[in-house]
């Protein structure tokens, strides 16, 4: 029998489950974990308003509940926190005796959401279990830095100091991602990321400081300082005789910007670089409110000469539609089919349709997120040519991708 967790009597759990009969055994079993402040609900509505009244450590919840169905949770977890009625969103463990593919997409709607941590029990539920699935998910928000108040001031304290830094450069730099040929092994392009190292948070996540930017309006300042950082590494490795393209991520509202592609264009004919050694990928991080202005602007930068990726293919409903829209000239599968493509047919399937896709169309295809030899070979099987992932590099400092290039 498993003995109860220290401290386990402080914890606050919330408990959605319709099933009177099946509530109460959970409610039991948590009792007798030592979790004392157990809150049963029977719905999802019952939930989002317990939650708006009290934080929870941990939800522990049901997926078919009827009209309080368990799948609109994450999605209304989302709106208590974009309304600033909680501050931040508890990790949820699904309880559900549907199939494993559905308890699985549960998991990753949870976290698209924004839950620090998300897991899926089959019911019906062990001790032993529900045990481990909650001390996961308490270890998920158990860092310091993760709790409601350190949220909060680093949220306010990356706000009040991210355009300094991008004006001033300070602390800022860029790596580069290589995108290796998955046949010869050579890097035939690379992706541009930002990085920012504070003086007093440390390292600071692209995740957490590009939607700043979004918010501050500070999208162009960032892509033209990404933009100066990668015409300079292009200048560098042009003069070696290397002419590997960089990418550089930009989102729809930055690319609508009227003179950005004449602006962009001036940068690189003044470096004497041509201009297919610079890519611009679009990131699907913000919906695309101005359809004809981004195909304006994409048009005219592929007319110019540039290179268009589409990032993260899939992972937005637009996908499909931009895709075939825009002139791309590349496809980029976004890593989470790539990260489930060996147990879930779905992704695996998704996988082959956009490399299908891309061959059909004369576009190349590049698989994000590879980071195990046997998503390598899967990849060749499918036929896709070239991935991205630390299972094939890190990113790189500049000096250090160019040496990647040197010694091919």
């Known amino acids: 029998m498993p003995k109860t967790d220290a401290g386990a009597a ?86 559900s005796s549907l199939a494993d593919e559905l308890l699985q997409s549960h998991v990753r709607l949870a976290m698209q959401a924004g839950c620090p941590s998300s897991q899926a029990l089959a019911k019906p539920v062990s001790r032993t279990a529900l045990q481990h699935a909650i001390k996961a998910a308490l270890h ?61 948070l440390g390292a600071i996540a692209a995740a957490d400081f590009v939607p700043a930017a979004h918010r501050l309006g500070l999208d162009r300042i960032l892509f033209n300082r990404v933009a100066d950082c990668v015409v300079e590494v292009l200048v560098a490795m042009h003069a070696e005789g290397i002419a590997v393209p960089i990418a550089i991520n930009a989102s729809a509202s930055t690319l609508c910007a009227p003179d950005l592609p004449g602006a962009l264009e001036q940068r690189v004919a003044r470096a004497g670089l041509p201009a297919h050694l610079v890519k611009i990928e679009l990131t699907e991080d913000e919906p695309v409110i101005d359809w004809l202005a981004l195909s304006s602007a994409l048009n005219l930068l592929r007319v110019r000469g540039f290179e268009l990726a589409m990032d993260d293919f899939g992972a937005g409903i637009a996908s499909m539609r931009l895709f075939s829209a825009m002139p791309f000239t590349e496809l980029k599968i976004d890593r989470d089919f790539i990260v489930h493509m060996h147990r879930e047919p779905a992704s695996r399937a998704v996988v082959a349709a956009a490399i299908e896709m891309g061959r059909a169309l004369g576009r190349l295809v590049v698989a994000e997120g590879v980071e195990q030899e046997r998503d390598i070979q899967l990849l060749r099987e499918l036929g896709c040519k070239v991935a991205q992932g630390y299972g094939i590099s890190v990113p790189l400092s500049p000096e250090d991708f160019i040496a990647f290039c040197r010694r091919q």
């Open 140 to 200: 998920s928000v158990e860092d310091d830095t993760r709790s409601p108040r350190r949220i909060s001031v680093r949220r306010d304290l990356i706000e009040a100091e991210l355009g300094q830094a991008l004006a001033s450069g300070e602390g800022m730099r860029v790596v580069l991602q290589p995108q290796v040929d998955l046949d010869s092994g050579r890097a035939i392009a690379a992706e541009a990321l930002s990085r920012w190292d504070h003086p007093t």
């Open 10 to 95: 402080t914890r606050r759990i919330l408990l959605v489950e319709d099933h009177p009969v099946e509530r109460a055994y959970l409610q039991n079993m948590l009792l007798a974990l030592g979790y004392r402040r157990v809150a049963g609900v029977s719905s999802s509505v019952e939930a989002i308003a317990a939650l708006a009244r009290q934080s929870y450590d941990v939800v522990v919840s049901d997926i078919a509940m009827g009209e309080g169905d368990g799948t609109r949770l994450p999605n209304e977890l989302r709106r208590l926190v974009d309304s600033g009625r909680i501050k931040t969103m508890p990790p949820i463990i699904w309880i």
